[in-house]
């Protein structure tokens, strides 16, 4: 196994233990991420993000497949399932990351999944009729920005 297939089963299997200092390692300083609702995230908020939804997490189940990685780019494949606090509804998201990879660190995580899919599940009949545009994805994303701000400010990692 390459040592960044080891690097990406070594993060996930933290994921799945809800070990966020362990996932917080796998990244380089000048990381970045993104996905449909996380968007442009630095190495310091990545980190945070980590930490606030699995500290949030109660009930957050993973698992992964698929893993691949050479060199300087991997993907995985992966499933969360957990209720959305927000509304108290049960979600059920499939991704795909992609990463590439420098000096045994991820210094770019792209995180893709079906954003309707996500918004039915999470928020009900408002994602069912109108996840798909982009005042839900703007709200949603709005919100989780605002969330991590907080998270960070009240547990000093700004």
């Not at 809800?18 to 609702?37: E, G, L, N, R």
């Not at 969360?80 to 998201?93: D, E, I």
């Not at 918004?119 to 982009?134: D, F, V």
Request: glycine fraction near 6%.
């Amino acid at each position: 196994m390459h040592a960044n297939a080891r690097l990406l089963e070594t993060f996930y299997q933290a994921f799945q233990n809800k070990d966020y200092a362990t996932m917080q390692a796998c990244y380089a300083d000048t990381a970045t991420f993104s996905d449909p609702v996380f968007q442009n995230l630095n190495a310091a908020e990545v980190r945070a993000m980590w930490e606030m939804l699995i500290r949030r997490g109660k009930d957050l189940e993973l698992t992964f497949s698929n893993i691949q990685a050479d060199d300087r780019q991997g993907s995985a494949e992966w499933e969360a399932r957990y209720t959305f606090s927000a509304t108290g509804r049960p979600v059920v998201n499939r991704i795909r990351s992609e990463f590439v990879f420098e000096n045994g660190k991820i210094v770019r995580q792209t995180d893709r999944f079906s954003f309707y899919n996500w918004a039915r599940q999470a928020l009900g009949t408002p994602g069912l009729l109108l996840g798909w545009t982009g005042l839900i994805r703007g709200k949603v994303r709005g919100m989780a920005r605002k969330n991590l701000a907080k998270f960070m400010a009240e547990n000093g990692t700004v």
